[in-house]
């Protein structure tokens, strides 16, 4: 089955080597740009609900972005996601925009909307007026019309998405788009739900599709090195079906260090999540970056508007 695997990998490869992508016209900026994670990992207090799952607030000068929305891998009501918004003082009604990274149960809600091809944050879908929704493949939502999104485009003032990069999984085919926010004054700060695109492509999809520099990423990477979160039947399910070349060719320390390197040239300021990288790397890329780096944490808003104004 991993060889039908790398077969099919194999055919994207080629798809990815034929692609064409022409720079996106100015879209552009936000002076204003603050990420709360909703979900994930790591939280600064107990009375938040954590899980191997994402989901972040989003918010800039003109929009308030919801970007996923966790697992409910116990189907609980309320979900992890409704319990930590409702302890944040937050409201959905806050809410112009939903992004949705990918349709995978840990960032739509649980496996019974992704099997539906749908999401949630709870239990019921609740009803949302006047809210663009923006995802990588075709999805539905009640009263609503989501927009799938096939290549670059701009969704907002100052926002884009990439679009989705194909990438075959042995738990099967995966299109995962980013959000891509233009910080005025310092460039583009990607937001990524789980990094399955990988990060090579992810950057040379952006290298090829926007003018402004990279500055920042917040979100997922996936690196779970040496070990994942989540073990179904004593299988490391994130390391093995979800992430490296394969089920007998899973991410090495040898991978993670040059993952490490990567995001240290690459990035001015980096805030990673924990859902699917383990805390080793976590603080490994804490010790290196120093003040450049924080961890995602439930609770403590990532402000990148006071980062970006820092020195200047």
Known sequence: MDAHRGYRQARLDVEWRSSNYTKLEAFGSTRRLVVTPIVNWHAIDPAFRTEPGVSYLVETDDQTILFDVGFNQGEASPSPFENNLKKLGRSLEEVDTIFISHLHRDHVGGLKWEKQRTFSP?????LFDKVEIFSPVKISYPGQQPVQLA??????????STGPIARELFIGRVD???LVINLEGKGLVIIVGCGHQTLDRLITLIDASFDQPVYALVGDLHYPVPEGRLKILGIDVQKRLASGEGVFSPLSDADAADFEQQVSDKFEYLALGGHDTSDEILQRLSQR???RFQIATIGVPIDLSLVATEGD
Do not use: M
């Open 151 to 160: 290549r670059p485009a701009i969704i907002g003032e100052g926002l884009a």
């Open 176 to 178: 995962e788009q980013a």
């Open 289 to 291: 970056l120093g003040r």
């Open 122 to 126: 709870g239990l019921v879908q609740p």
